[in-house]
């Protein structure tokens, strides 16, 4: 195995074990920042620096709303690195083409379909809250990458499940 394939894997898994981390952190704040906006309303908004007048006050329960979708995101993003190192390890051991990383792989596809969803129900209510004199510019919406990498994950899955039969069957007649 060449050097660089043997560093690759140890670094993935140290890097989606990093990323695990910062997605429970993010939902963390998330989740922190949101119950602030609602149990402690004017707290919140003189600590951040929003006036009664501010043009954000009507924009509030649209962005509540945001967030609490983003909430929805943190799982569905667990569901996808999880399964990620648990495949990472498979591969570090030579057994990629298991019928366990063909099922991982379908699982991450529907947790990628379903943020490809949830992130265009966000950008929508983005679009709906944003103004010409308020414009809210989200990093959400529709995303042709996101798309490809749904379909890309449930053709690899298939493929991964095929490896797995063509093995069973090869180490049947062996």
């Known amino acids: 195995m060449p050097r660089s394939h043997a560093v690759a894997l140890p ?5 989606l074990r990093i990323l695990i981390v910062l997605n429970w ?3 963390a704040a998330i989740l922190a920042l949101l119950t602030a906006t609602i149990v402690a309303e ?8 929003i006036t009664p007048a501010s043009p954000i006050r009507p924009m509030l329960m649209g962005l509540r709303a945001i967030a609490a979708l983003g909430l929805i995101g943190v799982p569905l993003n667990h569901a996808v690195l999880a399964r990620l190192v648990a495949i990472v390890q498979t591969v ?3 057994d990629p083409f298991i019928a366990a990383n063909a099922y991982r792989l ?3 596809a529907w947790a990628l379909l379903a943020l ?3 992130s265009m129900v966000i950008g929508g209510i983005g679009e709906a809250l944003s103004t010409p ?4 510019d989200l990093d959400a919406g529709f995303s042709i990458n996101g798309w490809l990498a749904v379909l890309l994950t ?3 899955a298939r493929v991964f499940a095929e490896g797995a039969l063509m093995r069973e069957d090869l180490e049947g007649t062996v």
């Open 106 to 108: 379908n699982a991450i």
């Open 116 to 118: 490809q969803l949830l």
């Open 25 to 27: 952190l993010g939902g």
């Open 92 to 94: 570090g051991r030579g």
């Open 11 to 15: 670094v993935a898994y140290v890097a």
């Open 154 to 156: 449930f053709i690899l």
């Open 133 to 136: 004199d308020n414009p809210l």
């Open 42 to 49: 004017e707290w919140t908004m003189t600590a951040l620096g």
